[in-house]
């Protein structure tokens, strides 16, 4: 857990960060947003200590940050940076084992790890463990930021605008990349950012600040719902738009094209594409393409013997929209949180696509700030 | 030409060794304290912006100055060659070290220092390495001017390839004017290629540009 | 140690300094301009550079005998490469729309470079004249040895009889004027490069 007591900061006698208080739980992704020179990059530097704190107290796992070793608080925190920063005289591999090398990991160890690392991006070691940092894209080279920034398995990550000088679809991916590790291996991640799309998309919690204060911690949902006030609803958009959303239908918040598989295909089969894919379910149509359920994976783990077809798995509890429903139906279905996402079906049964909370919030993100 | 290298063959093999026995003693000097300095005065930005300019100003001084006051204190002996090349020496790279190292940008500086790395890790795997390209000129550029310079140990009778010129320019001797300044030529030009080469050789490919002239 | 010493020293740092542009800038915009050429100019100019200097006035005096001619040649020899590289590297460096622009105005070649080009790059190529009269005038103090007189006479016959202050006087005359020109030429940079 991170807490952060009173934190208190000033240039040259001008207060920048008022005596804020907050807390993280372990495995929490943060989001701290607000305008630009609001304090946000301020806020995160003072937890790895590059930026000294004048008062106040940040501790981590009840630990006053101030008492351990400042390199060592350092090598146990990730860190990205807008900039990226990869050190150019390094490889690729060079650049993912910097923590690792000064945590004194061995060679094999430091191998593994970077193969293994590469692999979670889809980044083959072969092709890119060589290479420069100036030989990749802007996309692939913050990839390696952020494998760089988990390489020594720290609990915690910082990002300071990590996607900030991407183009559109490759912050799009790179998001997604980022939650799904976050989640895999339960980091706690503290992210700025002053892109509300980003934050609605990535946050469990969103800290909003403004002028050095904390205008609001709340999540996503409830911060769209009941921002705190003016600023905050200045900041996400006219907030009279926000009702247009709610006469929206399930189609136009949907996310296609959506995968499906056939329900004549064995278990295993199935394990290898959700393994493939890192997915935890499937859905499964007939050969008309009329929807029958979905299949997971602790269901096959649980019940399902190798080589079985998946008929006797399929599940039918599973949430289920029509696409000319409102919208709010499956906003409420999302928000019960039992499920990552809804399914959008015709009239007659075939699935049409899927409504996850970040094609949610990049719809209503749309009707606030208009097409994106 | 027979006639030539059978007077002055000997003398002219003694000269070049001299010549490049000066240049390589006091650049490798120059270098390391160099070097050194350059570092720690990276270190004090504050005080450095006041002192670089400071060494600016000594850069103006012609080497002629040092060998000439050197030569008076020190008298007529290889030391005094040695030293004031040194001196003379430990300007360029001593800027281009300071100038190198300021001149990291400064998110490498940070990414470095939030990976966990301490002040002296960041400066020999990160800083140094980064810099070495513009130190390397700066090895290259006092090379060239010290076998420049090393031309006028033979003004206080030390020898090297300027004795030839020097003695050819007094006396009207062509031959010996050519005799002393190709082979000078000569050194200048393969030092300076060799350390092109050696710059090559320690950049990493990521720091090469990709359209070098 | 007299004015005059001081003002053959300008003379001769001036006089190659002009020779020096009237010969280096049209080598840059010529190595701009023709691709063929600009790896010899530049390599060349390089060497040149890379020559030791007494050796280079050494094998100028074979040829035209020891005078001040022979000095500003050398110094004009020596101090080509910041000119060309400079006019070289400033008109590469110009954004292209620029020249896009120039181009699409209907503006041929010639008349693009007198009145575009050359324009936009003159800081860069100012600063590299800033750079070859810096050099010269240290250079030029080996002009004593072949003839060519200035300061460098002055600090030469100071080692020979051993005399301190004539050292001196010549060489802070000569850092003098070194930081004089470095220092009002890049004060005048300064203001082209605000425009
Ligand atoms: N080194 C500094 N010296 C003086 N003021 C600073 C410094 N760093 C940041 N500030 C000021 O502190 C405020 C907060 O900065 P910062 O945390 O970087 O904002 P944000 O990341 O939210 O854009 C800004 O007003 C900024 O101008
Ligand atoms: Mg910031």
Redesign the interface.
Known sequence: MIEYKNIHKEYQGVSVINNINFKINNGEFVVLIGPSGCGKTTTLKML?R?IKIDSGEIYIDNKNIMEVDI???????G?V?Q?????????IEENIC??PK?LKWDKDKCNNRVHELLSMVSMPYEQYAKK????LSGGQQQRIGVL?AIAAKPPII?MDEPFGALDPITRDILQDEVKDLQKKLNLTVIFVTHDMDEAIKLADTIIFMDKGDILQIASPEEMLRAPANEIISEFMGKRGNFLDAENMACSDLMRTPVFTIKDDKKTLECIEIMKKRQIDSLIVVDKAGIFQGVVTIESIRSKGKAGEKINSLISKDFPTVLQDDVGKTAFDLLMDKKYDYVIVLTRDNSVVGIITKSSLAKALASVVWGEM | MQYFFSTYGQMLLKAVFTHFYYVLISVSIGFCIALLLGILLSRIPKYSKIIIPIISIFQTIPGIVFIGILFIYIGMVPTTVIIALSIYAIFPILKNTYVGICEV?E??K?????????QF?ILT??EL??ALPTIISGLRMSTVYTVSWAVLAAMIGLGGLGEFIYRGVGTNNNILIIAGAIPAAIMAICLGLLIDYVQKLVT????REENSK | MSWTLIFQHLYLVIMATIGTIVIGLPLGVLAYLNKSFNRLILWSVDILQTLPALALLGVIMVFIGGNSLTVIIGLILYSLLPIVRNTYVGLTNIDPAIKEAATAMGMGKFYKLIHVELPLAFPVVFTGIRIAVVTSIGVAVFGTFVGGGGLGSVIYRGIHIQNMNLIMSGTLSLMAMAIIFDFSMAWIEKKLYQK
Request: proline share 12%; charged share 20%; net charge positive.
């Open positions: 790895n590059l390199e060592n608080l350092r090598r146990n925190i860190y940076i900039q990226i920063g990869l050190f150019p005289n390094m490889t910097v923590v000064l420069y940092p100036k030989e760089r910082l | 940008p998110p490498y940070e990414a470095a220092r939030g990976c966990g790395m301490s890790q795997r990160v390495p980064i990493p490919r990521g720091l």
